[in-house]
């Protein structure tokens, strides 16, 4: 189970986050989403550990991440994170960066580590492109296999669809749903786009002004009567209008 806790963190004079509060249990996602500047990367940030805010708590299994050891290193050790904006090497092929990341690894183990990822990921047929001719769905997955290929207690995606397309994003959404099952680790979603979370999170935050709004799983989404979901609901109802005619056609 992660806990997160931050009362109060001041970013900017116009901007603070306030009672953010949550829990996300082992093999869960949990989707938080909210406008452009609500504040859902600077949470993306405090959870792994690269925002130093000494007063929020990020507790796995009750025991606390944001100590002063843990601050010693850039992202907390427990946590596989996968940024907005990747960081892969462009002039390595994906066996090449593979080889890297099992670097530690005896021959045997890292063979199989090779091909195993490379059928689970389905990057079989790319295994020797160079990263910087990959396209953005295939480097979104390698950036989720380098996110788990160390022992982690939470994964963090920040924005994972914003840079796919509609095949992409099926495609990501199968492959990351059934790492978080088998990884059997809790796992914070950042998204801005409904859409792209609907099928994949069990729970739901929706972050305005730096604020949780919303807190609850999609029976509760359903029911609600906040302003700001049953705008969400309003465009969900458009969508399956629009969906269902295009069937019926
Ligand atoms: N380092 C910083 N310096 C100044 N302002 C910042 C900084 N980081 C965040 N902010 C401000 O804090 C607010 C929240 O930003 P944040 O990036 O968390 O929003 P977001 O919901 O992730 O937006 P987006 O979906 O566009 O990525 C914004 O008003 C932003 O300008």
């Not at 914003?162 to 990351?176: G, H």
Request: hydrophobic share 40%.
């Amino acid at each position: 189970m992660l806990e997160i806790q931050i009362n109060h963190h001041q970013v900017t004079s116009h901007f603070a986050l306030n009672h953010i509060h949550f829990q996300v249990k082992a093999g869960e996602i949990f989707a938080l989403i909210g406008k452009s500047g609500s504040g859902k990367s600077t949470i993306a940030n405090i959870v792994v550990g690269q925002t130093v805010q000494p007063e929020a708590s990020i507790r796995i299994q009750g025991r606390e991440l944001n100590t002063q050891m843990d601050r010693l290193i850039k992202v907390f050790r427990e946590v596989g994170y996968v940024p907005q904006n990747l960081h892969l090497m462009p002039h390595h092929t994906v066996e090449e960066y593979l080889r890297r990341l099992g670097q530690k690894m005896t021959s045997k183990d890292l063979e199989r580590f090779i091909q195993k990822n490379l059928l689970r990921f389905r990057l079989k047929s790319v295994r020797n492109t160079k990263i910087q001719h990959l396209s953005g769905g295939e480097r979104q997955k390698l950036a989720l296999l380098e996110a788990i290929s160390k022992p982690i207690e939470l994964l963090v995606l920040d924005e994972p669809f914003s840079q796919l397309d509609t095949e992409q994003k099926l495609e990501f959404s199968e492959i990351f749903k059934q790492v978080v099952e088998e990884e059997k680790i809790p796992c914070l979603l950042i998204s801005h786009d409904l859409m792209d979370i609907l099928s994949l999170s069990q729970q739901v935050g929706i972050l305005h002004q730096g604020k949780l709004i919303f807190l609850g799983d999609w029976g509760h989404f359903k029911k609600s009567k906040n302003k700001h979901v049953v705008k969400l609901q309003q465009a969900m109802f458009v969508w399956k209008e629009k969906i269902d005619a295009l069937i019926k056609a």
